[in-house]
């Protein structure tokens, strides 16, 4: 990620101190979603829980990261989930793609790792989905159902709620 970072600094460095044509300005031209990220993302690990970590598969692709969680505590304690994250090219007017990796047990993670938010939705009735004020730190935050069955068997049973969740863990979140 500094190494972004660099470039940027870099690449405006060497703009300012040459005449370029418009097709070698065009071709160095930094888009608003990775200036945006190189200040968010320092503020995201800067801030980041102890029982988080993001990985950059390829330091210099700021737009595609991985969050583990490992929690240390509720029902998920002693599991570790990976999450895929992808901030598209129109960000910060749309928000990040993100997506479980590990299976999971949970009212707002089907089985399949798609995550119901309603801050990961363009357009919510509720007045909470995305807006250009939002940053990715925003994104640590998970109540919104959409794995209905999970949700009611928590409801209905909190200790076979538990059981399963801890049963996942061992199966896939270890």
């Not at 598969?57 to 998920?76: A, G, I, M, R």
Request: charged share 30%.
């Amino acid at each position: 990620m500094l190494t972004l970072a660099s470039k940027l600094k870099r690449d405006d460095g060497v703009k300012g101190s040459r005449a370029s044509s418009a097709a070698s300005d065009s071709s160095r031209r930094i888009s608003v979603r990775d200036r945006l990220l190189v200040k968010e993302v320092a503020e995201l690990e800067a801030n980041l829980p102890c029982t988080c970590k993001v990985n950059f598969p390829d330091p210099n692709k700021l737009h595609y990261f991985q969050l583990t969680v490992s929690p240390d505590e509720s029902y998920y304690q002693g599991g570790k989930f990976q999450f895929e994250i992808e901030v598209p090219e129109a960000y910060n007017m749309v928000p990040p793609k993100v997506k479980c990796l590990t299976r999971i047990w949970h009212p707002n993670i089907t089985e399949t790792g798609e995550i119901c938010l309603s801050l990961l939705r363009e357009h919510s009735i509720d007045g909470t989905g995305w807006a250009p004020t939002r940053t990715l730190k925003d994104l640590l935050n998970f109540d919104d159902p959409l794995n209905i069955e999970a949700a009611e068997h928590h409801l209905r049973d909190k200790e076979e709620y538990r059981s399963k969740v801890e049963d996942y863990i061992k199966r896939y979140a270890r």
